[in-house]
């Protein structure tokens, strides 16, 4: 049988009248349900087509939101979403790499600074799991410190990098909370105070949440799409998260929680009344609620087409268990590589497996023990914007329960704060493990408030105020604190940091090496607490740090000595360094090395004379 059909132009309406024509020929032959099939097929293709080819926000409302489990709002225009994109990043680079030397290396920056120097001067390094974090810090800053040389800007130049690139993850959320959504987290990523202070950092906090991100976002897509290149990623990604820091592990196991609830919940949300009532021994109704519903949604699931099982779309059963072969061989690989030098260290790698045991000793113990609710006191008084909006967000969440990866986030980002606040071992730079996954949440709080009114305020202009609030609210506490306040320890985020007054020292007593025509003073430190001056003084072999008192000093030799200044006279130094030195040496200043900690400096009496330099502060 042949049917012939009119030349008309091709559209979607004639394409629908064509079909129903050939279906009406074809009944009487039994041929019309395979015709239904391909008109099925011939629809999805189109609407995927005008998904490839259309910008964003041209795409039907009906289509973009059936085309995702998220239901995310499209209406914001490509040229608009590449200016507001633009805009958060130009605030981030600006205020990331921006004077990134003005505040002086913390104690443990100077520390990650010399294992550093040691690698790019004498290639060598050596993972020591009792004191020390993972190698991967010290690698990706390696090729920066090469080109430029060793520097505070170099190094942080780095981890300054990963806090611009985690908003860039962020971004690329966009497809599942929504254009609004995810410009609003990368936003407050890019204001957040957290997060702006420890991407100025070199530590390993910054490229360890980029990490943990950047295996959401590969895992999200290859679920979509199951590409292996996406499979590669996550494996990488979770490598370098444990060849990062111990903690990887807790990050792992919310992760795989919070997915577990998201899918629970978003299926059948426990009756949290039912439950209330049970446990308040109050009647509770043997017949279920919401009958109508249940049995509506039984039937809309019986005539929606069931699509193909995540399984079977990657090759079956055979095939999955090969690529999961493939992944944990390469997440071996990579933390080999890493936990080794390079293969230079072998002994590392068993080093890695038994810091698990050293950290779980640390988290216990009581070095930096802290009360339960210290994370959640400080996300209210640094990151109150985010914390609220997260809140919000996490509730609309739970209740709509139509975006299971919003369910997801919200529970990472609650599920990583309840864990790490059971820990006994708390310090700041912790928080930035649930800022941004909170940032995420927060997103989609504006992006659920976007078509909400208030009495003569418009849709969206209220959720639109609420964003501009919160972000000039967190972007003004982020410039005072990381361009004013850097090292005031009132602020949380400042915690035990060097104060300024400690380059003020470094460089008196680089002046003293001015006026005498050299750089390398012999300079004793007699103090215990020192760091991060061996940073600072890298480049001078004649620094000796000693953590006590000589019994005499030759001048000849040394001409600078660094003495611990304290009130309590079990950690003074400076009464018996007076009595020691006679007059052979004059004391240039005393300086404030961190909270608590104050260093004084003498130096030759012939190289002070006519000096202006010296803090005044305690002379």
């Known amino acids: 049988m042949s049917v012939k059909l009119k030349a008309t132009p ?12 050939v279906k009406d020929k074809l009944s009487a032959s039994g041929l019309k349900h395979h015709v239904q099939i391909l008109q099925s097929g011939f629809k999805r293709s189109f609407n995927d087509f005008r998904g490839l080819v259309l910008p964003v926000g041209q795409l039907s409302t009906e289509t973009a939101v059936a085309g995702s489990e998220t239901g995310a709002r499209v209406e914001i225009s490509e040229r608009a979403w590449l200016l507001a994109c633009g805009t958060i990043f130009a605030f981030a680079f600006v205020t990331r790499f921006y004077a990134l030397a003005l505040k002086p290396m913390h104690h443990d920056e100077g520390v990650n600074g010399f294992f550093l120097t040691n690698l790019l001067r004498n290639h060598t390094y050596h993972y020591d799991p009792n004191n020390y974090h993972g190698p991967t810090l010290y690698y990706f800053a390696l090729p920066l410190a090469s080109l430029l040389g060793l520097s505070d800007f170099s190094v942080r130049l780095s981890t300054a990098l990963f806090g611009l690139a985690t908003i860039w993850l962020v971004l690329s959320l966009r497809r599942n909370i929504g254009s609004y959504a ?40 290859f679920y979509e799409t199951g590409s292996t290149v996406y499979l590669i990623l ?62 509506r949604a039984k039937r ?11 399984l079977a779309r990657l090759g079956g059963r055979d095939r999955v268990i090969l690529l999961a072969g493939y992944a944990l061989a390469l997440f071996i690989v990579v933390n080999v590589i890493f936990y080794s030098s390079f293969f230079t260290n072998w002994p590392g790698v068993g080093d890695a497996v038994s810091a698990m045991k050293v950290w779980a000793k640390t988290g216990t113990s009581e070095f930096h023990g802290k009360p339960f609710d210290t994370y959640l006191s400080w996300l209210l008084q640094e990151e109150t914007p985010i914390f609220l909006l997260a809140i919000v967000g996490a509730f609309i969440a739970l ?25 006994p071992y708390k310090t700041p730079w912790l928080v930035l493990s649930f800022v941004v996954p909170m940032a995420i949440v927060a997103g989609y709080a504006v992006e659920s408030l976007i078509d909400v009114s208030w009495r003569s305020w418009k849709a969206p202009l209220p959720a639109l105020v609420i964003a501009g609030l919160a972000l000039t609210f967190a972007g003004y506490q982020s410039l005072v604190l990381n361009f004013r306040e850097y090292d005031n320890d009132r602020y949380p985020y400042v915690y035990t940091h060097s104060n300024r007054e400690l ?20 300079v004793n430190v007699a103090s215990p607490e020192y760091w991060p001056l061996p940073w600072y003084f890298r480049d001078n072999p004649k620094v000796g740090y000693t953590n006590t008192l000589a019994s005499a000093y030759d001048p000849k030799e040394t001409q600078i000595v660094v003495a611990r200044a304290s009130t309590n006279p079990g950690e003074d130094q400076v009464g018996q360094l007076r009595q020691l030195l006679g007059t052979a040496y004059q004391q240039v200043g005393t300086y ?26 305690g002379n």
């Open 182 to 221: 995810a410009l609003m987290a990368a936003a407050l990523v890019a204001v957040s105070p957290g997060s702006m202070f420890y991407a100025r950092y070199f530590i390993h906090e910054t490229l360890f949440v980029f990490f943990t991100l950047a295996i959401v976002v590969a895992v999200l897509r």
């Open 234 to 295: 996550a494996a990488v990604s979770t490598a370098l998260l444990f060849a990062t820091k111990e903690t990887a592990f807790v990050s792992i196991i919310t992760l795989l929680l919070a997915w577990l609830i998201a899918w629970r919940w978003s299926k059948s949300p426990p009756d949290l009344g039912r439950f209330a009532r049970t446990i308040f021994g109050f009647p509770v109704s043997t017949k279920p609620r919401h009958v109508r519903e249940k049995r």
């Open 592 to 617: 404030r090395l961190r909270p608590g900690v104050d260093l004084a400096v003498f130096a030759r009496s012939d190289l002070v004379s006519g000096s202006a330099g010296g803090s005044p502060a």
């Open 503 to 522: 380059l003020a020292m470094v460089h008196d007593i680089e002046r003293i090496g001015t006026r005498v025509g050299t750089t390398q003073l012999g």
């Open 399 to 423: 209740n709509r329960r139509t975006n299971r990866f919003a369910l997801f986030v919200a529970a990472w980002a609650f599920g990583i704060l309840v864990a790490y606040s059971l820990i």
């Open 10 to 21: 091709w559209t979607g309406q004639n394409f629908r009248n064509q079909m129903e024509i």
């Open 300 to 310: 809309d699931r019986r005539e929606t087409p069931v699509p193909p099982s995540f």
